[in-house]
């Protein structure tokens, strides 16, 4: 059963590494996938749930061209973190406020955004989790 629940959240994490820089778009499968992680995690001892924390943490280098996919990996991590690991969750909320800041003000061209809604990213991903997780 655990090599089953290793093997599934290898391949969605895996799987985020194709999708080049967007994994995590609105429509993508990555979020999709992602949603379901809270609840194969919850099945993982402690030692292998920091192991495969450790595997998406290397995403960031996949998604590091887009705020907002970083964003929105920083809240999943969040996420995972936030029952188990209160040092972790302290951890990626930090990354989350930096990535949100920088997000906030790494507009200079598109005026158009100035005046749009801010993005609100964290419900996304919640949204994402309690539609399909």
């Known amino acids: 059963m655990e090599n089953e629940l290793l093997n599934e959240i290898r391949r ?3 799987n985020r590494f194709y999708e080049h820089n967007h994994p995590f778009k609105r429509s993508s499968a990555g979020m999709e996938e992602f949603s379901h992680l809270p609840r194969i995690f919850d099945q993982l001892d402690d030692s292998l749930y920091l192991s ?3 595997e998406m943490e290397r995403l ?3 998604v590091r061209c887009c705020n907002s996919c ?3 990996l920083a809240i999943f991590l969040m996420v995972l973190c936030e029952k188990r690991f209160p040092d972790k969750f302290s951890f990626y909320e930090m990354k989350f406020r930096e990535l ?3 997000y906030d003000w790494d507009i200079p061209a598109l005026k158009i955004r100035h005046t749009a809604p801010k993005r ?3 419900e996304e991903v919640l949204e994402a989790i309690q539609r399909w997780g």
């Open 70 to 72: 970083s964003i929105k």
């Open 60 to 62: 960031f280098g996949v």
């Open 100 to 102: 949100q800041e920088q």
């Open 120 to 122: 609100q990213f964290r």
């Open 52 to 54: 495969c924390i450790g």
């Open 12 to 14: 969605i994490i895996s």
